[in-house]
């Protein structure tokens, strides 16, 4: 067992790094889930509706994701290499960039919420239930922004229970506010999806008033108002932008394939976007610990090739292609498991729940393929210094097949929702393949300037 998943060491490393985050996404699993069910008994548009609305703002998440993600490879090498003032100038230097997309998606939700909306599907009705939720979502971006930004990076340090902290407390509130403002509880109005807009952003403002006063109180690596204006310096900042330009693009590039399969799915109808939304939370319980193990196998790639243990970055990417493939063959079983239950909750249409069940079939093979690319390119090639290799990939998979296919089979073909939900994740397995070739053919290994 030791040779296929790793010694006492490897894994006790591993659950320190990937459980708080396992946990932190269980937690917006279990909030996300009943959002879900809140709205749900308000009928298949306003589920629609707060779908649909919801991509912008993940949109958003992405572009600070990127940036984030960026800074971490460096700053994780330079911690790895015990620079911890290097590490410190990285994540000021992430804040600042993060003020421009913080402030350009949040005016543009609350300025232009129906003209975007109309991107993501043709229905008026739609529109006109949506557009509110996304204009009182534009503060939510602008907070969000910040607190993604610091909790990701923080963990170069070895920081990785603040985003459990900070969700939990947040996700609280949010499941609280929901129950009181969209139903009219304690004698709040009821405001129905107004009510999810308004709890949504109360629980952004917990979260980004917990992660900023955890930035400043944390004992390893405590900030100043001060250290918010340290510069990397000019090499850090090449280094910085040669890998977190592409980053930057992958992420969102990936947002930008989930944004135009809403597009098309948005127009095969309500009783698709709505079986897609129930579908989407079985799918996130199946792959609950993919994000933290990718996040974990970044950090402690990056950690060990910073330090120049090229030995043990190979032992260590053996060891996380094999769990990728057993936590995959989980995921599947997991969703096919729970699926009849998850689908019983949720108050809309027989064709919705219908085309559920079919969905779920197609979630279950897309899982498997999930875990297995997310934790080879997201994971161990972007902590090996692949960002651009991985964007490329990204890129191609998404424009030259995800979105004709989807277009395809949704739109000219018609099929049946089964094909059409797995033409829109074909990148998955485009990615496992060459995830996989790359790790065991190439030597993938870049070392940033962090001496």
Known sequence: MKRIFGDKAFLIALIH??????????????????????????????????????????????????????????????????????????????????????????????????????????????????????????????????????IILLRCAGINRLGFYASSVACLCNVFFNWMLIFGKLGAPRLGLMGAAI????????????????????????????????DPGK??????????????????TQNLNVSAAAMITGRVGSYYIAANSIVHNIWTISSLFLFGLSMGANVMIGHEIGANHRDTVKEYTNYFIHIAILIGAAGALLTQLIAPLMISFFNVSEEARATAYILKNAASIAVFFLALQLIFT??????????????????????????????????????????????????????????????????????????
């Open 235 to 252: 090499i850090l900042k090449e280094d910085y932008w040669k890998g977190g330009r592409p980053l930057i693009i992958s992420e969102v």
């Open 378 to 451: 997201k994971g161990i090639l972007r902590g090996g210094g692949q960002a651009s290799a991985v964007t490329k990939v990204d890129l191609a998979s998404c424009w030259l097949v995800n979105i004709p296919a989807g277009f395809l089979v949704a739109l000219v073909l018609h099929a049946s929702p089964f094909w059409i939900y797995l033409s829109l994740r074909i990148d998955y397995l485009i990615k496992t393949a060459w995830g996989y070739w790359k790790l065991k053919k190439t030597d993938w290994i870049i070392r940033m300037r962090v001496d």
């Open 17 to 150: 790094v990937a459980l708080p985050m396992a946990i932190q996404s269980v937690i917006n699993m279990f909030v996300n889930m009943i959002d879900t069910i809140m709205v749900g008994t308000l009928g298949d548009i306003a589920l629609s509706s707060v779908n649909l609305s919801g991509q912008f703002p993940y949109l958003a998440m992405t572009v600070f994701m990127g940036i984030a993600n960026a800074g971490l490879v460096l700053a994780s090498q330079a911690w790895g290499n015990g620079r911890k003032d290097m590490a410190k100038s990285v994540i000021s230097y992430c804040l600042r960039i993060a003020v421009i997309p913080a402030v350009f998606f949040s005016l543009a939700a609350w300025f232009f919420p129906k003209q975007i909306l109309s991107i993501y599907t043709n229905s008026s009705e739609i529109i006109q239930n949506g557009y509110i939720y996304l204009k009182i979502m534009s503060i939510g971006i602008l907070l969000n922004g910040f607190s993604q930004v610091i």
């Open 199 to 230: 709890a949504t952003v109360i629980a952004r403002i917990v979260e980004s008033c917990i992660s900023i006063t955890y930035l400043f109180r944390n004992a390893k690596l405590p900030f100043s108002f001060s250290d918010l204006k340290l």
